[in-house]
């Protein structure tokens, strides 16, 4: 009883601290070794040197140079002034009668193309300041629709997104990033459609009211210390001439959709990867490696299709280059910390009696204990890739044996696993969060409430109705 007395603690102190502003860098290791000490047979220093740092050298180990190219991309869209054009473009065919919209298409876009939702935040959110002035839109909704096209459906639902939320499942699952993609779409639309018809009723429902514009709370504000990315000035800033035109910009982004699906689909299937059984680069299989060699091949060549387009715009490469590699470390080392946290909770006697009550939650219904057991774990850590990543680690062999068991396809146990990290991660204590509140100049009592219903309510209802449909089809 105390070992989960000790879990249950670190946990709730991990939320209340992380909310707190607290890094998750000291908070999960800390807090692991809190729960190994009402652990009377764990000892301390093994925990953590044998448990927790193996796991988040393994996590970094994986998963490094997808965060990397994906901070690089990123960077690169915003320097030459890609991301702002494509929001520009979106306003400019829209007009500021829907202003929200526009927001969350542009948003929706760049991410889907691989771009950092950080950057995303910071890119945007000018526009978004003087299309809602000029549409006469309270501020307080700058957030949630930024958050809508950020951090939903272009992140966990959509078939094909280099999001990392869609490559952590692949070597457990051995899929790839296109997995369940008529399910995907699907939740996608359900995000999208619940997104804005609650955005548009609050429009409506605030008009009138003696509520702050964007131009009365002010612009963005610099980014936090160490992310690398610099402060947030004018969007479509370039350090060289004007910002490209709209085809210029969108290319990058169809390039890194179109390149990953072709190399895995057809590119990779089509090699001999026999050197993958022996050592050095063995025991693997192709399907194992494959999602994840796709998007780092989309991504690299992208790059240089975005570098080789924009090149004038680009007065400092090296120096946009540096920022964009210095903003992938910490990113992935939070994310590493909270995956050997939960090494460590998964590594205790005590986890053994959650994991047995979290697979019996819906006997024979492996979809639904996998839904609910990545929600909370997303939603106990704030990090939809650190909750995937625990869940996977701990539980994901008895989730795929319990599917082969029951008839269900590896795609369906990827996208729902994708689509369930997206739900409950965007509490109030979650990074992402707490950062767009403060590009905005707001805080959690004026505009958490608006986030909550576009990236958590509409979510878990898409998850829902996949869940409920997988269910019953088995895949889609």
């Known amino acids: 009883m105390s070992g989960i007395a000790g879990i249950a603690l670190a946990l709730a102190l991990l939320v209340w601290l992380a909310y707190r502003a607290v ?75 829907r202003a929200i919209l526009s927001i969350v298409l542009a948003c929706a876009i760049l991410t889907y193309g691989g771009v950092s939702l950080f950057v ?160 050095p680069y063995g025991p693997a299989t192709l399907a194992q490696v494959s999602g994840i060699w796709s998007i780092l091949c989309a991504l690299a060549l992208s790059i240089l299709m975005l570098v080789a387009l924009n090149r004038q715009r680009l007065h400092d490469l090296r ?20 995956v050997g946290f939960g090494a460590v909770i998964a590594s205790l006697a005590a986890f053994s009696a959650i994991r047995d009550a979290v697979l019996g939650i819906a006997p024979g219904q492996p979809l639904i204990s996998l839904a609910i057991a990545v929600n909370l774990l997303a939603g106990i850590t704030g990090s939809a890739s650190g909750g995937m990543s625990i869940a996977l680690q701990t539980l994901g062999p008895d989730y795929l044996a319990l599917a082969r068991s029951a008839g269900i396809a590896p795609e369906l146990l990827h996208r729902v696993t994708t689509i369930a990290t997206g739900g409950l991660d965007s509490l109030p204590h979650n990074g992402a969060v707490i950062t767009l509140l403060s590009i905005c100049k707001l805080d959690h009592r004026r505009a958490y409430g608006d986030i909550f219903m576009v990236a958590v309510a509409g979510p878990v209802a898409a998850l829902a109705v996949v869940v409920t449909l997988g269910s019953l089809a088995g895949s889609f």
């Open 120 to 279: 995303v935040a910071f890119a945007v959110h000018p526009i978004a300041a003087a299309l809602f002035e000029r549409a006469r839109l309270p501020a307080r909704l700058i957030p949630a629709s930024i958050a809508l096209g950020a951090f939903t459906f272009t992140m966990t639902a959509l078939p094909g997104t280099p999001a990392i939320q869609n490559a952590i499942p692949m070597p457990y699952f051995q899929t790839t990033p296109f997995a369940a993609p008529g399910l995907g779409i699907l939740a996608g639309a359900v995000m999208l459609g619940l997104g804005m018809a609650w955005l548009n009723w609050r429009a409506r429902r605030l008009h009138g009211r003696d509520e702050p514009c964007a131009a009365a709370i002010g612009g963005p504000t610099p980014g936090p210390p160490g992310d690398g990315m610099g402060a947030g000035g004018p969007c479509g800033a370039t350090q060289a001439g004007a910002a490209p035109p709209a085809w210029v910009a969108l290319l990058p982004i169809v390039l890194v959709l179109t390149l990953n699906y072709v190399f895995s689909a057809h590119v990779f299937a089509a090699l001999d990867t026999s050197y993958l059984a022996p050592a």
């Open 319 to 338: 120096q946009v280059l540096d920022e964009g590699a210095n903003a992938a470390i910490l990113p992935i080392f939070n994310t590493a910390s909270l």
């Open 23 to 97: 890094s998750v860098l000291l908070l999960a290791p800390l807090l692991a070794m809190l729960a190994t000490l009402f652990s009377a047979d764990a000892p301390l220093l093994a925990s953590y040197t044998q448990v927790f740092m193996k796991a988040l050298a393994g996590f970094i180990a994986l998963y490094f140079p997808l965060f990397l190219l994906g901070a690089i991309f990123g960077k690169l869209m915003q320097a030459c002034g890609a991301a702002g054009a494509v929001a520009n473009w979106f306003s400019a065919h829209l007009g500021p009668q």
